[in-house]
């Protein structure tokens, strides 16, 4: 089978994970018998250099008619003092808009190998555990009405929290598709016992699990989520959550795993699917050599098992990383001290190696 996939290397290491996370991409083809194609385009600080802007229409198109897109990060002290609409940040928004993504998906997992740099104990984590937050994009309070009024108390500043049934009922499917296709547990975290638009939502999950039978529901007040993910985060397989509430949990949930450049992420919507590292462009050691590449690459088997079905070959690609970490390889940012220090190229070919063993 031959895939067509958007690539956005983007600005500071992205160039460099994404380079790694091609070679990986290439060996799985040659493994399994797949053809991946890939279209570069600029996005970000370095489209605004050639460009004048951070996302030419020519990347949104490139990007449209792709299968999936996959990126680096954007940004850098270099265009810190653009206006607000020139910045390369907004690259990613405009991104998000354009391809019609309103689902964020959040691993949080930690590696067995990684429990130390956990900051739970070792009894809460136990073997590691493996999160999946679906976070709702583009509704809610980020969108939602907003402004400042004067009145007698000085001035007032609002921002309203709303969701449509059918702003819900999308990103719902989209939890119990990702449930079904992992251990059928869902988690729909609100706050329904406040708030009118958490009323309207957890209705909504209930109706749509009904297209789920299998998968086991149950609901959450997001402060007890907020406390729950940390005295017993084994509890949880797919939590479905609002833009607001799962900016901030999968933040926390992150900092459970160890390091920011283990964790990949993937946008899915009506169009073209999104996957990236959830860390920037890191731009204090970009063109070092030092990146670590496994979120990126780990956002490609996310890639592999939601665009194109490749269960196989993405579970080809998280075990050869899980025995690679088994194996005591490291990169700077998951590296104690004393341990020998594996430079992106390196880790990339220790992952080859496994992948080509296995
Ligand atoms: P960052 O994630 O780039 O870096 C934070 C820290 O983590 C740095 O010390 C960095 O060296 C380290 N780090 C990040 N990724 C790493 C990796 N793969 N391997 C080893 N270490 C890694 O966050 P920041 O410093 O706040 O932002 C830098 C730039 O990236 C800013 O311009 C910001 O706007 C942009 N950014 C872009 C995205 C994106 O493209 N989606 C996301 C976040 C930040």
Known sequence: MEYNIAVVKGDGIGPEVVDSTIEILDLIGEKFGHKFSYTEVLAGGCAYDVYGEPLPKSTIDVCRNSQAVLLGAVGGNKWDDLPGDKRPERAILGLRKELGLFANLRPGMLFKALEESCPLKAEIVGDGFDILVVRELTGGIYFGERGIKDTENGKTAYDIESYSEMEVRRIAHIGFEMAMKRNKKLTSVDKSNVLESSRLWRKTVIEVSKDYPEVELNH?????????VIRNPKQFDVLLTTNL???????????????????????????????EPIHGSAPDIAGKGIANPIATILSAAMMLRFVFDLKAEADCIESAIDKVLNEGHRTGDIAKKGEKVLSTVEMTEVIKDVIKRG
Request: net charge negative; proline share 2%; no cysteine.
């Open 220 to 228: 959450m007040y997001v402060d007890n989520a907020s406390m729950q």
């Open 245 to 275: 509430f799962g900016d901030i949990l999968s933040d926390e949930i992150s900092m459970l795993t160890g390091s920011i450049g283990m964790l990949p992420s993937a946008s899915l919507g009506t169009g073209t699917g999104l996957f």
